[in-house]
């Protein structure tokens, strides 16, 4: 028999996948991260060895020969983590459907299975692979039988390849021999003893002068040092118990069965429903891609039809304006409209064509009557097909529903894009992955082409762009049978408010916002580049003169060395890759030398100069204005976040990053900024949401918030609190809303952990309702799987089911702090929208430039700022109604900074 069979550890490779990715479920809650996992790893292999056979061994949950033998056997392993336990039988399961053989034995471990299958492969003429993440199976190491080891780091899969030679090479010993150093070592992981007092170096020297266990045992006498001889001796008969736990055995009850181990189709349509079902989009799309599996066809017909000529969109769209409402897609590659599809009722999807006759400007021009009419617009992500439209003078009218905004609302941890849709809401299957335009192969001009006067180029280009048009005509029509839907989802959730008079209102104040832009002062800016220059420059050269040799100070890896090695610092900590440069460990051997400050200013001023001094000029334009896109769909508390460039990150806490907000100036003498910032309105949030009276009456009374808790907390009257009292009660008070422990806590103020636990233990005392709104918050999302701010926006919470410490205390910190975030996220999003429909309503030259979290910032006409002023007091302040009060500061300036 020739060919290659591929073994797979399971447990193996399913244990390595679960805690090499977070912890992911599909929607209804299955959890998927190892699954995933374990075919990244499966395909990945597969892709390389190609092999014919297959089969994935798995232990069955009960004891084994070993354990009867040895009864303290895998004693020490933890217990599996409840979110792995349910993945194993998923896993078999998914297996069996995508025709791959399982194969179990009781009584007998995966190892055995394969290290059995393995020799039978090999007698029967197969070439074997073993994929496992157990160096044990190196014992079965051949000229015919692989060994390979996956190992992920930093994200990535590499793979460690073993043949007899191999093993023979790294290790020092053969495969044979490989067993023997175990059984004198011991092994920690499985829990065998091993003889006491040998060590990994001291076992491998062994076998290498006496090949086995028992000969080195004959020749206790002559080993060194004095005490392993004495134990070789002395526990002689645990070697040889630990030489048969280590041992693999090749006959166990499993028979090498090619035909019912071949591979074919990985894909029928059982197995790409289970795919689907537990979400695992990517391997069931790249299975298709790679493996050639038959797509499963959409579950409802329609009519997709794609045109190009002028006189078909002009009768298009004279259609559509005859409907009270209508689905778009628009489709963009590279930055340009490539085709735009639209549906309206009985599933008539109709998709338009972009060509160099019907270029962009002409296709803006016939549909500019549509989307400027009252017909109700039915989008996927609208804001950007506003700038399209915009660039063309078209406006955006009657926009009713956005797709992206919805499924956002819905699940603000995943993405509903077209396959989501279809799936979730009109159970069906749809492959979006498809959807995207096959490369066009030219093929080599033949002198018949050139006589004839052609190729087939055209028609290929043609059938690419039908297949590409027609995937947009679906799209259209599972937007517009999944709008009513979803609607009806957000309306069951309590979300239709957030929905609409928030959410998709906000759409087109962010697209504002992002056409206008925020200037800055150019020459300024690039004044304050020469500044960081200059001292970048003198820092340069302390570092190098510290260091007594000039370096890259910017690679991690050789400064590490001029720290740690050359100047010998304490402290520093080795990774894979050298020594650690990270600002934690710096900061923990500062003063130690000159040169530490240093590369920490250095840093500061490169960053500085890098990110903003020379990145925020190249991303100008003429007018010195910048344009950054603001996202509502990217957060998962609902913040708003800003990118290309993000303005949302100008440095704040610094003199010297403040200095950065004065180069941004209003775009015209006539305006100044005039600066909103919310005044503590995370702590207020978390007064109305837990009903503390105390919280709340702080507030009321108009309190400075820190020092009333200083006071309360150190039993101290309010007039006598000191600055660092109120600075204690500050940290713990925005701390308590991000569930800061003792342990962070002492570390921010400096004091012991006793120190602070006592500090937050009499917090709670006096605010004892804040102590019991946060327990009832991680109980809620325990029990609701999703945290929830005031007004319905949720966000899953699965972590808070895992077995690990880590991720379960991650998951009750997001519990705490998601619905006082989100729903301060919320607020501002609020007055955001109603600022800018006051501003437009009454007509004002005056608008809104940037959000930053908590702070609008506006560019004002100097003959509006008392009307801007008192717009925003009455949109800001009574953007909702709180038991406490909200507050907040206006400032005006000529610069961002004069203005904050």
């Known amino acids: 028999m020739e060919g290659k069979i591929m073994l797979v550890d399971g447990n193996s490779m399913i244990n390595r996948a679960f805690y090499a990715l977070p912890v992911l479920t ?64 998923l896993l078999q399961e998914l297996l069996g459907k995508m025709n791959i053989a399982v194969r179990t034995a009781e009584g007998f471990e995966a190892d055995d299975l394969l290290g059995t299958l393995a020799v039978q492969a090999e007698a029967a003429g197969l070439s074997a692979v073993i994929v496992t993440g157990d160096r044990d199976l190196l014992q079965i190491a051949s ?32 495969p044979a ?131 190009r000529e002028e006189a078909e969109v002009k009768a298009l769209f004279a259609k559509l304006a005859k409907q009270p409402a209508a689905s778009y897609r628009f489709v963009y590659e590279n930055n340009r409209l490539a085709r735009a599809a639209f549906c309206c009722a009985n599933r008539d999807a109709v998709c338009i064509q972009l060509t160099e006759a019907l270029d962009e400007a002409a296709f803006a021009a016939l549909a500019k009557p549509f989307f400027e009419s009252e017909t109700k617009k039915l989008a996927c992500d609208a804001k950007r097909d506003m700038h399209f439209l915009h660039t063309y003078g078209v406006e955006l009218n009657a926009l009713t529903f956005d797709a992206l905004l919805a499924g956002y609302i819905l699940n603000s941890m995943k993405d509903d894009a077209f396959a989501d849709m279809a799936r979730v809401y009109l159970k069906e299957e749809y492959d979006e992955s498809a959807a995207k335009p096959r490369p066009v192969v030219k093929k080599q001009l033949t002198l018949m082409d050139l006589l004839e006067g052609g190729t087939e180029d055209e028609d290929d280009e043609a059938d690419n762009a039908i297949s590409a048009g027609e995937h947009a005509a679906r799209q259209a029509d599972i937007l517009f049978r999944a709008a009513p839907l979803m609607q009806k989802a957000l309306e069951t959730n309590g979300q239709t408010w957030l929905y609409n008079e928030v959410e998709l209102p906000l759409v087109h104040v962010l ?106 000029v190249a991303v100008m334009d003429e007018n010195e204005m910048i344009h950054s896109t603001f996202n509502q769909t990217v957060t998962a508390t609902g913040r708003i976040s800003s990118t290309e460039p993000n303005l949302q990150n100008i440095p704040i806490r610094t003199a010297l990053g403040r200095e950065l907000r004065g180069v941004f100036k209003p775009s015209g003498a006539a305006f100044v900024y005039m600066d909103a910032d919310y005044s503590q309105i995370e702590l207020r949030v978390l007064a109305h949401m837990s009903g503390d009276e105390a919280f709340i009456q702080a507030f009321r ?113 997001v519990a705490m702090n998601m619905p006082v975030q989100g729903t301060a996220a919320d607020i501002i999003k609020i007055a955001m929208v109603r600022t800018h429909a006051r501003l437009k309503r009454e007509g004002l030259r005056s608008r809104l430039v940037l959000q930053v979290h908590d702070e609008l910032l506006l560019e004002a006409h100097r003959e509006e700022t008392e009307a801007v002023r008192q717009i925003l007091l009455d949109e800001m302040e009574n953007a909702v109604s709180l038991d406490v009060p909200l507050s907040i500061d206006i400032h005006t300036g000529e610069t961002w900074l004069e203005a904050k």
């Open 511 to 616: 697209k504002d916002m992002e056409l206008y832009g925020v200037r800055a002062d150019k020459a300024a800016l690039e004044a304050y580049g020469e500044r960081l220059q200059a001292v970048i420059d003198t820092l340069t050269a302390q570092i190098y003169e510290a260091a007594d040799e000039e370096f890259n100070i910017n690679s991690p890896k050789q400064l590490g060395v001029i720290l740690f090695e050359k100047l010998n610092l304490p402290g520093g900590k080795k990774t894979k890759t050298g020594w650690s440069t990270a600002a934690d460990v710096l900061n923990g051997v500062r003063g130690l030398h000159p040169i530490v400050d240093d590369v920490l200013a250095y840093r500061t001023h490169a960053k500085l100069k890098s990110t903003y001094a020379d990145g925020l």
């Open 177 to 307: 021999e490989f067993i023997q150093v175990k059984a004198l070592m011991g092994d920690t992981s499985d829990n065998i003893p091993g003889v006491p007092g040998i060590g990994e170096k001291t076992a491998y020297k062994l076998i290498q002068d006496y090949k086995t266990v028992e000969n080195t045992i004959a020749h206790a006498s002559e080993v060194k040092p004095k005490r392993a001889s004495e134990n070789l001796v002395m526990y002689q008969e645990q070697a040889r118990l630990s030489l048969m736990l280590a041992t693999i055995d090749t006959k166990a009850p499993v028979v090498l069965d090619a035909e019912a181990m071949r591979l074919g189709d990985m894909f029928p349509p059982d197995a790409q429903a289970e795919l689907r079902r537990l979400e695992l989009r990517a391997l069931l799309s790249r299975a298709k891609t790679v493996y050639g599996a038959q797509a499963t066809a959409p579950a409802a017909e329609g009519k997709f039809t794609v045109i």
């Open 26 to 89: 599909a929607s209804d809650g299955t959890y998927t991260n190892a699954v995933a996992g374990f075919f990244n790893i499966f395909f990945k292999l597969y892709d390389e060895e190609r092999p014919e056979y297959c089969a994935v061994a798995f232990d069955v949950h009960a004891q084994t020969f070993r354990h009867v033998c040895y009864k303290g056997y895998k004693g020490t392993r933890k217990p599996m983590p409840e979110e792995l336990r349910p993945q194993i039988p």
């Open 701 to 813: 009374e108009n309190r400075d918030i820190h020092r009333a808790t200083a006071a309360q907390v150190l039993h101290i009257p309010y007039e006598d609190v000191t600055a660092e009292q109120r600075g204690r009660a500050k940290a713990v008070n925005f701390g308590i809303v991000y569930g800061i422990g003792a342990y962070s806590l002492s570390i921010d103020l400096g004091i012991s952990v006793r120190e602070a636990a006592a500090y937050i233990e009499s917090y709670f005392e006096k605010y004892p309702k804040v102590k019991a709104y946060l327990d009832g918050s991680i109980n809620s999302a325990r029990d609701k799987g999703f945290a929830e701010t005031i007004f319905g926006r949720r966000r899953n919470v699965p972590e808070l089911s895992s077995g690990d410490f880590n991720t379960r205390a991650f998951g009750e910190r």
């Open 143 to 174: 000229e015919s039988i692989k060994i390979r080891i996956p190992k992920t780091r930093m994200g990535k899969t590499e793979v460690e390849n073993y043949f007899a030679a191999d093993v023979q090479e790294k290790l020092g010993v053969s």
